[in-house]
């Protein structure tokens, strides 16, 4: 199932008058289950929970489960919400990682959930994803997969840029510093420069940047 089968309100379904909120925001129970598939397609698993930030009210990661994906069990593993990308066609989520780098994700077991606001383990998982910690961010949007290089670039990576600045593109899930990003070829440029899919519309999503952290409705 994707998000629009679990939209139990009607939110993602375009009417002659009202276009309704999505893909630009989303309902957050919609988004559990769905599936998160690398750039070479390989079903990696599904969202299982979606962490808020009590603090800012910002999304901070996405809990994710591999299920028997390369003998890893049913272990969780918490990714940063701006090192994945929404596909808009395809309705699900894509996690730009190759097969062996993600042997050595960190996880946790289902009974034993780490303490996510501790700054250490926040910087080791960030670390592993290429994202910055301290630079909040919404994932990138766009049809397909539409993004370049892998995650594990680091936080200092210079090609592309990161998934949640600013209106730069898509890029590398880890850059830090500004450049043009696979997003920025499409139409309107930036994270949220995609064409909506929904039937009837033919404009450009809102772009997801503008909203930091993409809070959930």
Request: proline letters at 5%.
């Amino acid at each position: 199932m994707s998000y629009a089968d679990r939209d139990k309100y009607g939110m993602y379904k375009a009417t002659g008058r009202h276009a309704g909120p999505g893909p630009a925001l989303m309902g957050a129970d919609t988004l559990i289950g769905d599936s998160v598939v690398n750039a070479a397609n390989d079903d990696l698993g599904d969202i299982k929970e979606i962490m808020l930030d009590m603090q800012t009210g910002q999304v901070a990661y996405a809990v994710l489960s591999f299920g028997g994906f390369l003998g890893m069990g049913d272990k969780l593993f918490a990714v940063p919400w701006q090192a994945l990308h929404l596909d808009t066609v395809n309705k699900r989520f894509v996690l730009d990682i190759e097969k062996e780098r993600l042997r050595n994700a960190p996880g946790f077991d289902k009974d034993a959930w780490p303490d996510m606001a501790d700054a250490q383990w926040a910087q080791h998982i960030h670390s592993f994803y290429g994202t910055d910690p301290m630079r909040s961010g919404a994932p990138s949007m766009g049809p397909d997969v539409a993004m370049r290089g892998m995650v594990g670039g680091g936080a200092g990576a210079s090609t592309g840029a990161g998934a949640g600045m600013g209106s730069m593109g898509a890029g590398h899930a880890g850059s830090s510093d500004m450049g043009t990003g696979a997003g920025s070829a499409m139409p309107g440029g930036g994270a949220g420069g995609s064409l909506d899919p929904r039937p009837g519309t033919a404009g450009s999503d809102t772009d997801l940047s503008k909203i930091r952290g993409s809070n959930l409705g």
